[in-house]
């Protein structure tokens, strides 16, 4: 049996917004991306599982159980992380921590410490004066701290610093080896692609692939900036290399499939001022997913 099964999930709210027919599991232990841009559907599909919606077709379940009618069976195993986060606003983090702890019933918080350590997390102030990045390991801290089996996290890393944000990734590979499933929403391919086994990609509230992270990767182009010597040197350099996007005075775009030897070789004839790697954007995987890359 699937941790999470959804089959036909479909919630419209009209005007072409909304999910549709989303048909999707997560394996038990399996660590699982669900990826889109904003407004793709994402945070609509986890409201379904954590039951708080109703669909308008379809059924979710979780560990066999519809995710609706045995809500409240399925979060006592549940470690979950919302889009947004909505605290007792005037408690402190401490108090906060300490109330969602005794709702779980939890009687050893070295779990709780230990995570506060990891993110440099002091909870001792009011909520209401914390940063968005405070109040967000406020939660990550309240989803993990019971080691649950399961965590659904929507959007885990927003408002985490590049340095908080590998912590993070760090945290969900040693929940992974300890055999806990996951399903955590994104629109950063990078957290999910160090993370994750598979990943479902959502557009426009349509699940467009659900796809190994292996076959993913292979299929991925790096795109590379590369500022040359001067503008001659930018136009016959683009002359020469192929997957060339764009080029402006003595700068070049680069978007190289595989191996990057033939790029290296074909750099080495021309004088290179600086070579950056543009992180891959949601829209580039769509693109050369599709094959719809025309700039090769
Ligand atoms: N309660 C609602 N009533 C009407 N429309 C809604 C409701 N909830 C979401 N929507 C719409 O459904 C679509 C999907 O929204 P959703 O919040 O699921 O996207 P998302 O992928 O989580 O986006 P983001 O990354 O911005 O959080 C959007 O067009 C949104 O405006």
Do not use: W
Request: include cysteine; aromatic fraction near 8%.
């Amino acid at each position: 049996m699937n941790t999470i099964e959804m089959k036909h999930l479909t919630k419209d709210y009209g005007n072409q917004r909304g999910i549709f027919d989303v048909t999707f599991s997560v394996k038990k232990g399996e660590v699982m991306g669900f990826l889109g841009p904003n407004g793709a559907g994402k945070t609509t599909t986890i409201r379904h599982l954590l039951g708080f919606s109703t669909p308008n077709h379809g059924t979710c379940t979780i560990n066999g159980m519809d995710c609706f009618h045995k809500a409240k069976d399925i979060h006592r195993s549940l470690g979950y992380l919302p889009g947004e986060i909505a605290f007792m606003d005037d408690m402190t983090g401490k108090q906060f921590l300490k109330f969602a702890a005794d709702l779980k019933g939890m009687k050893n918080k070295g779990r709780m410490q230990e995570l506060m350590d990891m993110f440099s997390l002091d909870p001792g102030g009011r909520i209401k004066k914390m940063s968005k990045g405070m109040k967000q390991k406020i939660g990550i801290v309240c989803a993990f701290m019971d080691s649950p089996d399961l965590y659904i996290l929507d959007e885990p890393t927003s408002g985490l610093d590049p340095l908080m944000q590998n912590q993070f990734v760090e945290l969900i590979l040693e929940e992974k080896k300890r055999g806990a499933t996951v399903l955590m929403s994104s629109h950063m391919f990078e957290e999910v692609e160090r993370t994750c086994d598979r990943t479902a990609i959502i557009r426009e509230g349509r699940l467009v692939a659900v796809e190994d992270m292996g076959t993913l990767g292979k299929s991925k182009q790096k795109v590379f900036m590369v500022t040359l010597g001067s503008k001659a040197e930018a136009e016959a350099f683009s002359r020469e290399m192929n997957g060339v996007r764009q080029t402006g005075e003595n700068r070049v775009t680069v978007g190289v499939r595989g191996e990057l030897s033939e790029f290296i070789r074909c750099l080495g004839k021309y004088r290179v001022l600086n070579l950056a790697e543009q992180k891959q954007t949601l829209e580039d995987l769509f693109l050369h997913f599709y094959g719809g890359d025309s700039h090769e």
